[in-house]
């Protein structure tokens, strides 16, 4: 099919939730895309942050393909092996003593907002559900993940939302004690608030949050489904700020492409769901499983290192071309935020670049990169000669 025909089968038979950029993609590989006229397109955005190993990897292509073969699906009412060492080599590696698995990023949040309720509840009894979060946060689209999301502009149209939530400043401790009180439960936080505009919290920050959890027993609750799964250099972004969170939920790049998501429990709240209290048809489907383990197999130490190394290269490239439109750079590893000047709007620059052949994220009023985390030397410089040539 040509653009024009997929785009207006889209317009009609679609619900229009969407801006679409005006590019139907057809195929990938690595960091690299085609659409369906045989365009090619550096892939900035790894499907927003998802396909971690690119596209089309061979051996997250094999360990999809046998696991299809052998068992797609079969329900969580039996024990299967992919979902048991998925959650063990999340679990060794990051000392979280064990997961459920789920589907997405908000369903992941929605889990780990009814563990922290849970076991609130089991501990202390009724009447201290409430989670603090911050502001220009982003936990997801259900009812009860944006009622989490601390940015107004989400709090429309769907009344009633979910109670039980406050919100604070980031990186301001007395805003965080200003919301304080005995009906609490825990805090949850994004290390680097992602949609929010890649905007990482201070250390000294999180630090005094995790303190303050402790001394008024509240979970911590970090939610790392943009940050985790090797994006920012480390396996989990956690890992990089001294804290031992009380739960952990991920998904975008943990399946490298597939619908996987989940929650990480300490040793506290192993036990706080039992059979019944929680569950999901899809979740822990076998072939994401499957997926998840060769994805977390193929980021060892020296994976992680060069995600690093990417990032870094990246950012002094884009600061070196000193272009008019884009100012400074933030952000950890391959989750990258870049200033946009004032004259100039995110989502203009974005189409320009798409439609040179670069796709890229918008966050907050900036512009975000999330490639695949195995980019190469050449696709990155190919990426970098279209933003310059585009922006410059
Ligand atoms: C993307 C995202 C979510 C929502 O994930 P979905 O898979 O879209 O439901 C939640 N939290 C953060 C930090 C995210 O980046």
Not at 163 to 169: I, K, L, N, S, T
């Amino acid at each position: 099919m040509t653009f024009e025909e997929i785009k207006n089968l889209d317009e009609q038979y679609v619900m229009h939730s969407y801006g679409r950029f005006p590019v139907a993609l057809d195929r990938g590989q690595g960091a690299t895309v085609w659409d369906v006229d045989g365009r090619e397109y550096i892939d900035f955005t790894a499907g927003i942050g998802v396909a971690s190993l690119g596209h089309a990897d061979e051996g997250w292509l094999k360990a999809v393909a046998g696991q299809a073969a052998k068992l797609a699906h079969i329900s969580n009412l039996f024990y299967t092996e992919p979902y048991a060492k998925a959650a063990q080599a999340l679990c060794t590696r990051t000392g979280m003593a064990n997961v459920m698995f789920g589907n997405s990023g908000a369903e992941a949040n929605e889990a780990m907002i009814k563990l922290a309720r849970k076991w609130s509840f089991d501990k202390y009894g009724k009447g201290r559900g409430t989670v603090i979060t911050l502001h220009n946060s982003f936990h997801g689209r259900t009812i009860t993940t944006l009622a989490a999301t601390g940015q107004d502009k989400f709090h429309n149209y769907f009344f009633p939302f979910t109670e039980g939530f406050r919100y604070a400043d980031a990186n301001d401790m007395d805003s965080v004690e200003a919301v304080a009180g005995h009906d609490v439960c825990a805090v949850m936080v994004e290390l680097i608030q992602g949609e929010g505009g890649v905007l990482p919290l201070e250390k000294e920050f999180v630090a005094k949050v995790a303190d303050l959890c402790a001394k008024r027993d509240w979970l911590l609750l970090i939610d790392e489904v943009q940050t985790g799964v090797g994006r920012t250099g480390t396996l989990f972004a956690f890992q990089q700020y001294d804290i031992q969170p009380d739960a952990v939920s991920f998904a975008k790049g943990i399946a490298g492409g597939l619908p996987f998501g989940g929650v990480m429990a300490n040793e506290k709240c192993r036990e706080v769901f039992t059979p019944g209290t929680h569950g999901t048809t899809f979740g822990g489907n076998p072939i994401a499983a499957a997926a998840a383990c060769h994805v977390l197999d193929r980021m060892d130490s020296g994976f992680l290192a060069q995600v690093e190394e990417k990032g870094a290269y990246l950012r002094a490239q884009i600061e070196e071309m000193g272009l008019p439109c884009l100012g400074r750079t933030r952000g950890m590893g391959l989750m990258i935020g870049v200033e946009v000047k004032e004259g100039w709007t995110n989502r203009d620059l974005a189409a320009k670049l798409i439609s040179s052949g670069l796709l890229v994220l918008t966050a907050g009023p900036g512009l975000r990169f999330l490639p695949p985390l195995t980019i190469t030397q050449e696709e990155m410089d190919k990426g970098l000669a279209i933003l310059k040539s585009t922006l410059g």
